[in-house]
C-alpha cells in the first residue's frame, strides 16, 4: 500500500486486530451461541444486519443516497459499473438501515472524512468478518468521491470514506471508488474535523474502541462528531455520476 504521507492507512485496524475485537465482543456480550440470560436483547430491526447471508441483492446500474446528517444533508450518486460489487454492498447495507445514526468519526482537512462504525458491537463483528475481494479501479480518487476503506488486499467490509482532496496517490492502494457526491459537497466539507486522525497517527478516535463500545465511544469521548442521522436510497430520480468507464482513470 501506498498511504497519504504521514498518515495511516484509511482503515487503520489491520484483520488480526478486527478479529480480536470481534472475539473479545463476542465474549462480552455473550454472542458466540451460549445464550446467556445476560446477553442484551437484539433489536428486531438490527436482524438482517446480522444476516448479511440475506443482504446480497444486486444493485440497479445508477442510484442515489440521500444522506442526512448534524451537519446538513448531501447527496451520493452510485455508478455499479465503476465497482460492482461494492456499489452492491453500498446498496444493501443503506437499505438495511446500517448507515442510521452512524458517526462520520475519521475526518481530516484536506484529505477524507470517513464513516461506517456501527453502534452495536455485534453488528460490527459480523461484517468485519463480511470482507470483500478486491476489485479494478475504474475512476480516480478524485475530490467528492466515495470509496471503502481497507487495510489491506481483499479487506474491504463496510466503512467508506469521502475525499476531501484529489487523493491520487490512494489510486494504486487498493481504494475503489464507487461513485460521488452529486449535492451538498459544502455539507461534507463542514463536517467536524477537530479530532484528527486516530491512533497511531493522532489522538482522534481509536477504531477498534469504537467497534467495541459503539456510538457512547463517541458520546463520551468525541461529542463534537457529526452523526448521520440517516441513509436512504432515492428510488427513482435523483442525480447520478457520469458512468463512463474511462473518463477518470
Known sequence: MHPHPNRAPIRTPPKSRRLRTTIGVAVLLGVAGCGGQDAPEIDPALIPLLRPSQLTESAPDQFTVRFETTAGSFDVGIARNWAPLGADRFYNLVRAGYYTDVYVHRVIEGYIAGFGIHDDPRVNGVWNRELMV???????????????????????????????????????????????????????????????????????????????????YFEDEFPLLDRILSASVIAPGGSTPDTGSGSGS
Open 134 to 216: 478486491d476489485e479494478p479501479r475504474i475512476m480516480r480518487n478524485e475530490r467528492g468521491r466515495v470509496a471503502f476503506a481497507q487495510s489491506g488486499p481483499n479487506t474491504r467490509s463496510s466503512e467508506l470514506f469521502i475525499n476531501l482532496a484529489d487523493n491520487s496517490n490512494l489510486d494504486d492502494a487498493g481504494y475503489v471508488p464507487i461513485g460521488e457526491v452529486v449535492r451538498g459537497m459544502e455539507v461534507v466539507d463542514s463536517l467536524y474535523a477537530g479530532y484528527g486522525d486516530g491512533p497511531p497517527r493522532g489522538e482522534g478516535p481509536y477504531g477498534p474502541m469504537a467497534e467495541s463500545r459503539g456510538n457512547v
